[in-house]
Every structure is written in C-alpha cells, then in structure tokens.
C-alpha cells in the first residue's frame, strides 16, 4: 500500500476491494482507504453474500454494500456463485447443486439483490473440491442457466475454470466457449497450489503459470476483451515484480483489441 500510496504504475487503472472489509471502516486506515478511493477507480467483489445459501439473504449488509457502492461511484458489484453460509459464516467457498430447483433459488436471490442494490450486478464462477451431492447437469451449463433466469452479468474467472478443470475433469477451453460472451464483463486471472498432480488448491499466493495465461490468452481470443483483475491475496512480491504479470495481462489484451479498452489491478 506505500508504494501505490507513492505512485501507480500506468499499466494499474483500477482496483478490486471486498466491500465487507471496509463498510464502517474508520481511523487511519478508513482515511486512507477514503484518500486512495477518491483518486483510483475500484471494482468490489463480495465474500459473503451467500447467494446458493439456506439462510435468507443479508438485507442489512446488502443496504450497506449499497451506500458504499454510491459513496465511492462503484461501478461493478460482484458475487460468487457458490454459499457460505447457514446459521453462520462457514469461511469457505460451497458448491451449490447443480440443478433446475437450485437455478430457480439462486437466481430469484440474485434478482433481489439487484432490486436492493438498484443495479445489475456480475457473478462468478467459483472452484470446488468436491462435487454438490446432487447433480443434474455440468457446471457450464448450469451457470448460464442460472445467468439466464437472473439475467444478471458474469463474472469470469479463468484461474477457476482451469482448477476445476483439473480437479473435475473437464475441458476448460470447452467450458469457456460455451459462455455466453455478451454477459462476461469482468475477468479474474489468479495463482493456484498442486496439492497432487490432479488436485489443485486456489490460493491466489503464486505467480499464475503457463496454462492459465494460455486460457486467458485463448479467453479474449474467444469472449473478448474485458476488465481483468490479477488477484494476489498473500506472499505478495514487490510491486515492481507483481506488475510484470499485469503487463502480462496487458500484452495479451493488445493483441484482440486495440487500443485497449481497459487496464487491471492487483487485488
């Protein structure tokens, strides 16, 4: 945060936040959060709405996220496509059922969300480790069917597309292709853990390898180029070495797209 304090490189035109981690937020870190925000365009991404969850949603926190939202001119609101919640927060990412009864609950959650939020809002494909014990159909297609019913916007994120493809078995570049491109309007790209040959934790603590950035590349080639975010949530490299892989993302947006329509962020 000092050295984006000092300056942001040219290649970083915007930054991601978890709204629930700054809502209320004061003393010197509130000011600032406050200082930084009124100088840089920011994305918020949501932990904890639970979308696919049991417990009825969090007006409260959603009336909040909304003031925050308006206060610092947010224009993307993002949630994952998963729950997190029952009683409590559970602090891990659920895989939501995949079925035609789960499409019609998340959705109908989603399209009161943006009742509330006054807005459309993207939702992101999320990774899982062990499959719903219920299933109906794959998890491309259950994601545009869920997109559909919410007619809500998507959220991609490449990284997760390849660490399920790895631990579930299936064709990334297959899933990607068979998204609706006119809904993607926001990207993520993120490191991940080998935890054995065929199953891999998403940490967001490494550089991103080859194969992901041949996804994204294969990505913009296919769905086109949007907002991408290089996520990086711990053992975080100096900002001269972090930026390299932004400009990496930069590189692979000029070849699909020119002049660039947009720029990323670590998060």
Same mark, same amino acid.
């Given at each position: 945060m000092d050295d984006l304090d000092t300056r942001v490189p040219d290649v970083i035109r915007f930054f991601e936040v978890a709204p629930e981690n700054w809502i209320d937020m004061g003393g010197t870190l509130g000011r600032r959060f406050r200082a930084f925000a009124e100088r840089h365009n920011f994305v918020c991404h949501g932990l904890s709405l639970s979308l696919g969850g049991p417990s009825p949603l969090d007006e409260?926190?959603?009336?909040?996220?909304?003031?925050?939202?308006?206060? *610092?001119?947010?224009?993307?609101?993002?949630?994952?496509?998963?729950?997190?919640?029952?009683?409590?927060?559970?602090?891990?990412?659920?895989?939501?059922? =995949?079925?035609?009864?789960?499409?019609?609950?998340?959705?109908?959650?989603?399209?009161?969300?943006?009742?509330i939020l006054g807005r459309r809002i993207a939702i992101e494909n999320a990774s899982f480790y062990v499959n719903a014990p219920i299933s109906e159909m794959d998890e491309p297609t259950f994601v545009r069917a869920v997109l559909e019913e919410a007619d809500?916007?998507?959220?991609?994120?490449?990284?997760?597309?390849?660490?399920?493809?790895?631990?579930?078995? *299936?064709?990334?570049?297959?899933?990607?292709?068979?998204?609706?491109?006119?809904?993607?309007?926001? =990207?993520?790209?993120?490191?991940?853990?080998?935890?054995?040959?065929?199953?891999?934790?998403?940490?967001?603590?490494?550089?991103?390898?080859?194969?992901?950035?041949?996804?994204?590349? *294969?990505?913009?080639?296919?769905?086109?180029?949007?907002?991408?975010?290089?996520?990086?949530?711990?053992?975080?490299?100096?900002?001269?070495?972090l930026v390299k892989e932004v400009e990496r993302i930069d590189n692979l947006q000029r070849k699909y797209e020119h002049p660039p329509v947009t720029q990323h962020a670590h998060g």
């Open positions: 409260v926190l959603l009336r909040k996220i909304k003031g925050f939202l308006d206060e *610092f001119k947010v224009a993307l609101y993002t949630e994952h496509l998963s729950y997190c919640s029952d009683d409590g927060h559970l602090y891990d990412l659920l895989p939501i059922p =995949m079925t035609e009864e789960a499409v019609k609950y998340v959705a109908k959650r989603i399209r009161q969300t943006q009742d809500c916007d998507l959220h991609l994120d490449v990284n997760n597309v390849y660490v399920n493809s790895v631990n579930h078995g *299936f064709d990334p570049r297959a899933y990607i292709a068979s998204l609706p491109a006119k809904r993607v309007v926001y =990207m993520h790209t993120a490191g991940h853990y080998y935890e054995a040959e065929d199953f891999i934790i998403d940490t967001h603590g490494a550089d991103v390898i080859d194969p992901v950035w041949n996804l994204l590349d *294969f990505t913009y080639q296919t769905i086109g180029v949007v907002p991408t975010l290089l996520e990086r949530d711990f053992n975080i490299p100096p900002l001269a070495e």
